[in-house]
């Protein structure tokens, strides 16, 4: 069933042995008397592929002079007589009848029509117009611009001549050439050039276009995903962000839709059977290979807790297995973790902060300004706000000394005592030195009762060698006491190691070495067990130099043993650390992969984390929102958006409230 020199990655296959007038047969019988024997319905009709249950209904026809589609309509209800009878038709008139039902009556279902018309071949797209012509006798291309418009429309239509270019060959002065095109008629331009992004995402071939995109992050220091919700809008920006994820890994787009149609309260059960019908005989193990690796959860899992009855039977028939069962990491999870990792260490991002120093800056009137708002009964809240969440640090230091001069008092300890909870915290922690805040956010974590493991991580895993420099000397200076010397006393064992690792800052700052990245690679390996060859070092020497590799290296140079890695082993490291160690260690080693991998999606995750479901947890966020504001919050911003499909300011507005929302909205600095 797998086209010529592919291995086939459906789930659903021929039935060896397979006899139509039998399985007619038996469906009639199934379907016969009072009642009907859903269990057999779905059993037979699951496990036949669309070629063979073609050949049932022409047998079942011939044999009872009966329309099998139609029976089967009559005796099944609800979502599970919608799958049952989905799987009967072949694809391209699958198709058909869901771009019909999406643009028939009132409204359309865009979110149907872009999930089809990006994802499918040029030969399915040719096979769908002349299913709907057959099916229907009207045009589908006449139909489609009479319900559709703009340039979401001509997308559209360029997408329904199935024309894509398909030559494996590609030129690389093309590639350079078209990702200029894209850059200029976008970022570089006032207004944005939509028929250049039309030509290049809709005619390309999807082999030049990953180089295309590759090539625009290096030039443009962002991913194209970025670059069109910045420059598209509506439903053309989700076709061309459809179009991208497709050109990308079609695997990875159709994984995505699926967590989405179940994730939260409900389920799109629309989008849950038409992507379960359409891929179990194209690409189904693909997708659960990559669904697995980016939810850390089977999709047979998600369907078991998300449906019920006879239409989960259905569905987990079709996805085929449960890979959660199996516990490996597979091939086609490993090339998109090597990707990802080709990526990393190609983008030149620049990294920007959302608090910029103020032009005009005054520090003698900030001072009144914020004295003013303190005087006398009650608080004004809102100038203060205004005035420390719009200078930088340097300039917040500067105020502290025109205060102090100005007034003889201490403008910390006028803040603290006319400012409460979450406000005072956000507040006074923007008045501190980044290092002194995060010199007081470890201290914090390690005195007291218990330690705050994940704050150490945090913070030791994600700073550079002159950050941590600048937090050893704030700690020594505000507690006369060793970082190195609190971190070993609080902590024990390869945790311990670790951070006090960490905490002498001495991370190289050199580029990769490839032959040190290989026998660097070959450790990483051993450690976590899978080497082929198994090594004469022992068990503490390994880990020793794992952390020290994970610890010390420079980021490019991890980027490429990470890489190694992959080749080498077949294997994610992330996923790796993940499945073969536990606890804090394996906390700390993952906050140094993911920082090592993309920072502001490490510290993006953190951000959705803390307000995601029931509760806020504040002193996240406000760490967070504090510590990143002048680095990278900009980026930071960016990830989420392409993480969470929501963004940052949005998710703040949602989840806190009054002057501490407020000030956290200035420090995000935008809406998205």
């Given at each position: 069933?797998?086209?010529?020199?592919?291995?086939?990655?459906?789930?659903?296959?021929?039935?060896?042995?397979?006899?139509?007038?039998?399985d007619?047969?038996?469906?009639?019988?199934?379907?016969?008397?009072?009642?009907?024997d859903?269990?057999?319905?779905?059993?037979?009709?699951?496990?036949?592929?669309?070629?063979?249950?073609?050949?049932?209904?022409?047998?079942?026809?011939?044999?009872?002079?009966k329309?099998?589609?139609?029976?089967?309509k009559?005796?099944?209800?609800?979502?599970?007589?919608?799958l049952?009878?989905?799987?009967?038709?072949?694809?391209?008139?699958?198709?058909?009848?869901?771009?019909?039902?999406?643009?028939?009556?009132?409204?359309?279902?865009?979110?149907?029509?872009?999930?089809?018309?990006?994802?499918?071949?040029?030969?399915?797209?040719?096979?769908?117009?002349?299913?709907?012509?057959?099916?229907?006798?009207?045009?589908?291309?006449?139909?489609?611009?009479?319900?559709?418009?703009?340039?979401?429309?001509?997308?559209?239509?360029?997408?329904?001549?199935?024309?894509?270019?398909?030559?494996?060959?590609?030129?690389?002065d093309?590639?350079?050439?078209?990702?200029?095109?894209?850059?200029?008629?976008?970022?570089?331009?006032?207004?944005?050039?939509?028929?250049?992004?039309?030509?290049?995402?809709?005619?390309?071939?999807?082999?030049?276009?990953?180089?295309?995109?590759?090539?625009?992050?290096?030039?443009?220091?962002?991913?194209?995903?970025r670059?069109?919700?910045?420059?598209l809008?509506?439903?053309?920006?989700?076709?061309?962000?459809?179009?991208?994820?497709?050109?990308?890994?079609?695997?990875?787009y159709?994984?995505?839709?699926?967590?989405?149609?179940?994730?939260?309260?409900?389920?799109?059960?629309?989008?849950?059977?038409?992507?379960?019908?359409?891929?179990?005989?194209?690409?189904?193990?693909?997708?659960?290979?990559?669904?697995?690796?980016?939810?850390?959860?089977?999709?047979?899992?998600?369907?078991?807790?998300?449906?019920?009855?006879?239409?989960?039977?259905?569905?987990?028939?079709?996805?085929?297995?449960?890979?959660?069962?199996?516990?490996?990491?597979?091939?086609?999870?490993?090339?998109?973790?090597?990707?990802?990792?080709?990526?990393?260490?190609v983008?030149?991002?620049?990294?920007?902060?959302?608090?910029?120093?103020?032009?005009?800056?005054?520090?003698?009137?900030?001072?009144?300004?914020?004295?003013?708002?303190?005087?006398?009964?009650?608080?004004?809240?809102g100038?203060?706000?205004?005035?420390?969440?719009?200078r930088?640090?340097?300039?917040?230091?500067?105020?502290?000394?025109a205060?102090?001069?100005?007034?003889?008092?201490?403008?910390?300890?006028?803040?603290?005592?006319?400012?409460?909870?979450?406000?005072?915290?956000?507040?006074?922690?923007?008045?501190?030195?980044?290092?002194?805040?995060?010199?007081?956010?470890?201290?914090?974590?390690?005195?007291?009762?218990?330690?705050?493991?994940?704050?150490?991580?945090?913070?030791?895993?994600?700073?550079?060698?002159?950050?941590?420099?600048?937090?050893?000397?704030?700690?020594?200076?505000?507690?006369?006491?060793?970082?190195e010397?609190?971190?070993?006393?609080?902590?024990?064992?390869?945790?311990?190691?670790?951070?006090?690792?960490?905490?002498?800052?001495?991370?190289?700052?050199?580029?990769?070495?490839l032959?040190?990245a290989?026998?660097?690679?070959?450790?990483?390996?051993?450690?976590?067990?899978?080497?082929?060859?198994?090594?004469?070092?022992?068990?503490?020497?390994?880990?020793t130099?794992?952390?020290?590799?994970?610890?010390?290296?420079?980021y490019?140079?991890?980027?490429?043993?990470?890489?190694?890695?992959?080749?080498?082993?077949?294997?994610?490291?992330?996923?790796?650390?993940?499945?073969?160690?536990?606890?804090?260690?394996?906390?700390?080693?993952?906050?140094?992969?993911?920082?090592?991998?993309?920072?502001?999606?490490?510290?993006?995750?953190?951000?959705?984390?803390?307000?995601?479901?029931?509760?806020?947890d504040?002193?996240?966020?406000?760490?967070?929102?504090?510590?990143?504001?002048?680095?990278?919050?900009?980026?930071?911003?960016g990830?989420?958006?392409?993480?969470?499909?929501?963004?940052?300011?949005?998710?703040?507005?949602?989840?806190?409230?009054?002057?501490?929302?407020?000030?956290?909205?200035?420090?995000?600095?935008?809406?998205?």
């Open positions: 069933m797998a086209p010529k020199g592919k291995v086939y990655r459906g789930s659903v296959k021929d039935f060896p042995d397979f006899d139509a007038s039998q007619a047969e038996a469906l009639y019988n199934a379907m016969k008397g009072f009642g009907s859903k269990e057999a319905i779905l059993d037979l009709i699951t496990s036949r592929s669309n070629k063979q249950r073609v050949e049932i209904c022409q047998a079942y026809k011939s044999q009872y002079g329309d099998l589609i139609a029976d089967l009559y005796e099944l209800t609800g979502k599970f007589e919608r049952i009878v989905s799987l009967m038709r072949p694809p391209a008139y699958s198709d058909a009848k869901e771009i019909k039902d999406a643009i028939a009556g009132i409204g359309t279902d865009e979110k149907c029509l872009i999930e089809i018309l990006a994802s499918r071949t040029n030969q399915e797209i040719h096979d769908l117009v002349a299913a709907y012509k057959d099916a229907y006798e009207r045009d589908l291309e006449a139909d489609i611009v009479g319900d559709t418009s703009g340039h979401f429309k001509k997308m559209l239509v360029v997408l329904l001549q199935g024309s894509r270019e398909e030559d494996d060959v590609v030129s690389e093309l590639v350079e050439q078209d990702a200029k095109d894209l850059l200029e008629a976008g970022e570089l331009k006032w207004g944005t050039d939509e028929a250049q992004f039309i030509f290049i995402l809709g005619r390309r071939s999807k082999q030049h276009l990953r180089l295309v995109f590759d090539e625009y992050l290096k030039i443009s220091g962002k991913p194209i995903e670059s069109i919700r910045g420059e809008s509506g439903d053309f920006e989700k076709l061309m962000l459809a179009v991208v994820k497709c050109v990308r890994s079609t695997a990875e159709f994984a995505e839709r699926l967590y989405k149609a179940m994730k939260g309260l409900g389920t799109r059960d629309n989008t849950l059977i038409r992507i379960m019908v359409s891929r179990s005989e194209i690409d189904m193990l693909d997708i659960r290979e990559v669904f697995r690796t980016k939810y850390e959860k089977s999709l047979y899992n998600m369907i078991k807790e998300d449906t019920s009855g006879e239409y989960k039977k259905a569905l987990l028939k079709l996805c085929g297995g449960d890979d959660d069962a199996a516990g490996e990491f597979f091939p086609e999870a490993a090339q998109v973790a090597y990707r990802m990792w080709e990526l990393s260490a983008a030149k991002v620049e990294l920007r902060g959302t608090v910029q120093p103020a032009g005009s800056f005054n520090d003698d009137g900030d001072a009144q300004v914020l004295r003013k708002a303190m005087k006398g009964l009650g608080t004004d809240e100038a203060i706000i205004e005035v420390v969440t719009q930088s640090n340097a300039q917040r230091q500067q105020i502290l000394k205060y102090k001069a100005h007034y003889g008092r201490d403008l910390m300890a006028d803040l603290k005592s006319e400012l409460s909870g979450s406000l005072a915290k956000l507040i006074l922690g923007l008045m501190l030195t980044p290092a002194q805040y995060d010199a007081k956010q470890l201290r914090k974590a390690v005195e007291g009762a218990g330690t705050d493991e994940k704050v150490l991580i945090e913070i030791m895993a994600t700073r550079n060698n002159q950050e941590i420099q600048a937090i050893n000397e704030a700690y020594q200076e505000a507690y006369h006491k060793r970082l010397d609190d971190l070993s006393s609080d902590t024990s064992g390869h945790f311990k190691r670790i951070l006090v690792s960490l905490a002498l800052g001495n991370r190289d700052e050199g580029p990769e070495n032959t040190q290989h026998e660097d690679a070959k450790v990483v390996a051993e450690t976590l067990k899978l080497a082929d060859v198994s090594s004469n070092d022992s068990s503490d020497s390994l880990e130099r794992f952390l020290s590799i994970l610890c010390t290296r420079s490019p140079h991890l980027r490429r043993v990470f890489q190694e890695f992959i080749k080498m082993t077949n294997h994610d490291v992330e996923h790796a650390i993940r499945k073969r160690m536990s606890g804090d260690v394996k906390d700390a080693f993952l906050a140094i992969v993911r920082s090592v991998k993309n920072k502001p999606a490490f510290f993006a995750d953190k951000l959705y984390k803390s307000m995601k479901g029931a509760g806020t504040e002193r996240t966020l406000t760490r967070i929102m504090i510590s990143r504001s002048e680095i990278d919050l900009f980026n930071i911003r990830e989420f958006v392409d993480l969470f499909d929501k963004s940052l300011h949005h998710m703040i507005e949602k989840d806190t409230s009054g002057d501490y929302r407020k000030a956290l909205l200035a420090l995000c600095g935008g809406e998205d």
